[in-house]
């Protein structure tokens, strides 16, 4: 039975091992090809199948007059706003978030979980429709083109998931933890600060995540809502969609997208586990 | 517990929310009561939209069908297999981290760019996989039949965000209470009961917040279809929400679209009311 | 060698344009024209440098590098080296253009001063655009710009969009297959009939068919019939009407080619049609796999990469064939699109039997300049410089710049063999295609009605339709005339009407 299970588990974790590296794979060695190395055939291997050259990487520090996208201005862009929403959504979203989970809320039919569902409602309308009023909106407020635009609008983007995880999060933590706090004579701000937030730590950090993710791999709201003087990566990433399609700088600028989050992976992997240790001493 | 920290603790968050999307929301619903396209303004064309979306729309409500199967399905599967895989990491395994880590990355990447290294990688003469099948004599029309097109779009979903749900899973794993299982281990309980009886039940709240949270990115589609195979081949991967942008920002026929999205939204939120009060009952009965 | 072909090529343009040209001080500080040196006009250079936008910020929104993308960045930056100014430009993929500048206009903004895009949004763009200037329409270079080409960018004799660029489609093929006698031999003995340049759809097919699914030219790799743009997108319905205008567009019954103009009734459904669709619907047997599902990109990857021995659109695919690096240099052709032994007549109802071809002279590039751009002269300045002779000549000779031939002067064979290493008889050949559609009078001009969005769009659902196999020809066809009348219906038919007269009195060389 356990042998069963242990090879089963180890198989099944090698297939989707494979499954999950196959396609970045294929981009690093398509990231190497140039026009005829991809239309002539299939070809995998660099010096055995084809000659590699980097132009496909080249192409994502050149100017554009030179035949590149200049992807660096971009990157740092879409860092910054990232970050700056990222941070404001889960400052706001686990305050309303901690609201939902410990006290009631009511007016007329509206409770607590029509709370919640409102905040994560926000997220199922299509973003075609809500692109033109958001334009005309900060196009009203002077914010077209510009980084605040954005993180206002990234904002409405992330702040419902952070709610939303939130939510579960805090009603794992045991009632009990708040309630000695304030008898400890905490004044509910502080129990919430010194002790239930500690306590949430896996819960902040997948947010934190969840927020970091969507807001960088957001194309469609960085697109409609920028014109020439701010520029995020997955829009000027997809510029290079030419008449030509370019298989070697969309795979190099693939992997160069996917880069600073992995960071942001390991580091959530490491509080992850130490949210273990925090639940266990409770 | 005080009435007055409670509004303090929601508010700035439920305020900025709806200050930002106030505007947007009304400005939606004006606007799918215009005729707003490439050569009419913001008109007055009072429930036309809607009448012509209800009566004369077919393709409207079978890409809608169409994407209740797809996000449907492609739930379904990363729930099951998000599932598994966090099961498997949590405890003591060879490379823990490494993996831990590796079964994230795949949500990190950017769709619209990532669906393009799919196309290549299903390309099916120019692409890895049919060469690879090729050596025993298959050829599967991954992108180009009409069938299968709906896999090969399930394929890449599932690719793309069973991270999602293994990550949600596994920090909820991580934090689950030891008392239960130590119980568990006494009465000598089999891995699988144990499963059954005592981790599922106790995942069951943050499998339903997983599960919708889901459903909704789920349904909203968009980018691997328009890389894929842009709908096609025919109508057969046409999804409400690529359908949308077509009418929408193709055509220009914004208010049309308007109203589309509109019938969109109440469609999903009921629908997402009931699929979230089923689950409930279904999953915290005990 | 390479210095006496460029001296060379420097002493047959220079000839062309009927001035010295020579190797200057321009093209000492812009190695983009070093070919030619400056060469006068009247944003030459030596006329743009006299200007000075010193502090004035032009924006630019144009297309994905490096497809017409790539010069506007680089002549934004010579513009701004030479006059002062600031240029800045975003770069958007082809399918996006139109929204990333029709949402700012239509909420009344104006964050570019000149916008690209494609020739068939004239009409949803025009209310927004300023018209060019008088000034403009008499220069030099303007002066070289065919009629047809004068003709897309113009909305009943008022020019909106400034020409860079010219676009049709046309037919490449493998010139080491069609022509090797060898090939025509075998293909005799197995068909019993000629192997030469397809003239109709027919023989285009049975040929395409022919070569399919075997490896002809010895690489090692399968090759196929024809690479077309299948995908549902942007461009289908392009490639539709290519092969519809052979069935479809009959010189005797003027008064419409998409519409019959008096009725406004659509004639997308008509036999004509229906057969063109047919002939595609077959096509999809002699396509590479998945080339159902072929945007432009894998269009010209798949010819351009030599996959295929047939393929019809725009140039790109034929200029990627003609790469310096590319494995089929030299070996590929250029002709006419095929035409068809019949054609339908929608006035007797009745097939004509006599051959018939007719050009399409599909909508390419174009540029406009934003009626509310506070930096009007300057935007319209750089768009003249940008095709001024010097720049225009040397755009042309890099393949992938996207810039083709749109002047009377571009139709000198010589331009290619020289600059670009063609050999004689594919330039000869290039060129005399070209012309040719200049010269013919059976031309179908884009479809340029407002909402023209809606109508390509329900062209591409059905005949995507079809080639899937979810309908027949006739079915698909009939749903798109359905989808038409109702938009007809829905925009207002005497609005579509006065649109489509516009175009049709282009057709009909009444303009």
């Known amino acids: 039975m356990g042998k069963l299970y242990t090879f089963l588990k180890y198989f099944f974790i090698t297939i989707w091992t494979v499954f999950v590296v196959a396609p970045f794979l294929w981009a690093l060695t398509t990231s190497f090809k140039d026009f005829n190395s991809v239309n002539g055939g299939v070809t995998y291997i660099p010096w055995v199948d084809f000659e590699p050259n980097l132009e496909g990487w080249r192409v994502l520090i050149k100017s554009p007059a030179e035949g590149g996208v200049d992807i660096v201005e971009p990157y740092f862009n879409s860092l910054f706003v990232t970050c700056t929403a990222s941070l404001i959504s889960i400052i706001l979203g686990t305050l309303s978030a901690y609201a939902l989970s410990r006290y009631t809320f009511k007016a007329g039919p509206i409770k607590n979980n029509d709370i919640t569902f409102f905040f994560i409602s926000q997220r199922i309308m299509p973003p075609i429709v809500l692109s033109i009023p958001f334009f005309l909106f900060l196009g009203a407020v002077n914010l077209l083109d510009s980084l605040i635009g954005l993180i206002v609008v990234y904002i409405v983007l992330l702040m419902p998931i952070a709610v939303w995880i939130m939510v579960d999060f805090f009603n794992k933590v045991p009632r009990e933890i708040d309630e000695t706090a304030l008898i400890d004579g905490c004044n509910p701000y502080q129990a919430f600060f010194k002790v239930v937030l500690p306590n949430s730590i896996p819960g902040l950090i997948v947010a934190g995540m969840f927020c970091i993710i969507f807001g960088w791999i957001d194309f469609f709201f960085a697109f409609i809502l920028t014109f020439t003087e701010v520029q995020l990566l997955p829009v000027k990433i997809v510029a290079l969609n030419s008449s030509i399609t370019p298989w070697w700088s969309l795979s190099a600028s693939a992997l160069v997208s996917v880069a600073p989050l992995i960071v942001v992976a390991f580091i959530v992997e490491r509080y992850l586990s130490k949210g273990n240790l925090s639940g266990a001493i409770k | 517990m005080n009435f007055k920290h409670k509004y303090i603790f929601l508010f700035p968050g439920l305020f900025v929310l709806i200050g930002i999307l106030i505007f947007p929301i009304i400005f939606v619903v004006r606007l799918s009561l215009s005729g707003w396209n490439s050569y009419n303004g913001l008109n007055f064309i009072g429930l036309e939209n809607y009448i012509r979306l209800f009566t004369d729309d077919p393709r409207f409500w079978e890409s809608f069908f169409r994407l209740s199967f797809l996000s449907v399905t492609t739930v379904v599967l990363q729930y099951v297999i998000g599932f598994a895989l966090a099961h498997m990491v949590w405890k003591e395994i060879k490379f823990q981290r490494f993996f831990r880590v590796l079964f994230l990355i795949p949500m990190m990447t950017t769709p619209v760019i990532m669906t393009v290294i799919w196309r290549t990688f299903f390309h099916e003469s120019l692409g890895p996989v049919n060469d690879i099948l090729g050596n025993f004599g298959l050829s599967p029309k991954w992108l180009t039949d009409p069938t299968l097109a709906k896999f090969t779009v399930i394929i890449v979903e599932v690719w793309q965000w069973t991270p999602f749900m293994f990550l949600l899973l596994l920090a909820g794993l991580l934090s689950l209470p030891k008392e239960p299982f130590l119980a568990a281990a006494i009465d000598g309980a089999s891995p699988v009961r144990k499963f059954i009886y005592v981790t599922f039940p106790l995942m069951a709240p943050i499998s339903i917040g997983a599960i919708i949270i889901r459903l909704i990115e789920a349904s909203k589609i968009m980018d691997t279809v328009y890389v894929l195979t842009s709908g096609g081949p025919g109508t057969s991967t046409e999804t409400s929400s690529f359908y949308i942008f077509i009418k929408g920002l193709r055509e220009f026929q914004m208010g049309y679209a308007a109203s589309m999205s509109f019938t969109y939204l109440i469609i999903m939120i009921i629908s997402l009311t009931v699929i979230a009060k089923v689950l409930t009952k279904l999953l915290l009965k005990d | ?511």
């Open chain 3, 1 to 511: 060698m390479k210095i006496i072909k460029t001296c060379l090529s420097a002493m047959i343009s220079g000839i062309l344009i009927f001035s010295p040209a020579y190797a200057d001080k321009w093209s000492d500080q812009f190695p983009h024209i070093k070919a030619t040196g400056d060469i006068p006009g009247d944003c030459s250079y030596e006329e743009i440098s006299k200007k000075n936008y010193k502090g004035k910020t032009l924006k630019i929104n144009t297309h994905a590098v490096p497809v017409i993308g790539q010069p506007t960045a680089l002549h934004a930056e010579q513009f701004a080296k030479l006059t002062g100014a600031t240029v800045d430009v975003t770069h958007t993929p082809a399918g996006d253009l139109y929204a990333k500048a029709m949402v700012p206009f239509k909420a009344g903004q104006a964050p570019y001063d000149i916008v690209f895009g494609f020739s068939n949004f004239i009409n949803d763009w025009r209310q927004y655009l300023a018209p060019v200037p008088k000034k403009y329409m008499n220069t030099k270079e303007m002066k070289d710009v065919t009629k047809s080409h004068v003709g897309v960018s113009s909305w009943d004799g008022t020019m909106y969009q400034y020409p860079v660029d010219g676009d049709r489609h046309y037919l490449k093929y493998r010139k080491d297959v069609i022509d090797n006698p060898e090939m025509q031999k075998k293909y005799k003995a197995d068909t019993g009939k000629e192997l030469k340049v397809p003239t109709t759809w027919k023989e285009y097919g049975e040929m395409a068919k022919y070569f399919n699914g075997w490896d002809w030219d010895g690489d090692g790799e399968k090759e196929y019939g024809s690479a077309e743009v299948m995908k549902k997108d942007d461009l289908m319905f392009a490639a539709f009407f290519s092969r519809s205008v052979a069935y479809a567009k009959n010189p005797r019954t003027p008064g419409g080619f998409f519409f019959d103009l008096e009725t406004m009734k659509p004639n997308v459904n008509n036999p004509g049609f229906v057969e063109a669709l047919t002939d595609w619907v077959e096509a999809t047997k002699y396509v590479p796999p998945g080339g159902i599902n072929f945007g432009l990109g894998d269009e010209i990857g798949s010819f351009g990469g030599g996959q295929t021995l047939f393929s019809f659109s725009w140039d790109d695919a034929f200029i990627a064939a003609m790469q310096d690096d590319s494995p089929i240099k030299n070996k590929v052709g250029t002709a006419p699109l095929p035409g068809a032994d019949k054609v339908w007549n929608r006035v007797t109802g009745k097939w004509e039997n006599q051959y018939n071809q007719a050009p399409y002279i599909v909508w390419g590039w174009a540029v406009g300049v934003a009626k509310k751009s506070k930096v009007q002269e300057m935007a319209f300045d750089y768009l003249c410089f940008f095709s001024n002779g010097a720049n225009h000549q040397a755009d042309l000779a890099i393949g992938n710049f996207g810039v083709n031939p749109f002047k009377n002067s571009d139709f000198d064979p010589n331009l290619y063999i020289d600059t670009m290493g063609w050999d004689k008889e594919i330039a000869e050949s290039y060129t005399k295609t070209l012309k040719d559609m200049e010269k013919s009078k059976n031309r179908v001009f884009p479809l340029r009605v407002r909402g023209v969005f809606e109508f390509t769009s329900a062209v591409a659902t059905g005949t995507s339709k079809a080639l899937a196999g979810q309908l027949s020809p006739q079915e698909a066809l009939d749903e798109v005339a359905k989808e038409w009348e109702a938009i007809v219906k829905r925009v207002g038919k005497s609005a579509v009407q006065e649109d489509y007269a516009v175009g049709v009195k282009m057709e009909d060389n009444k303009l």
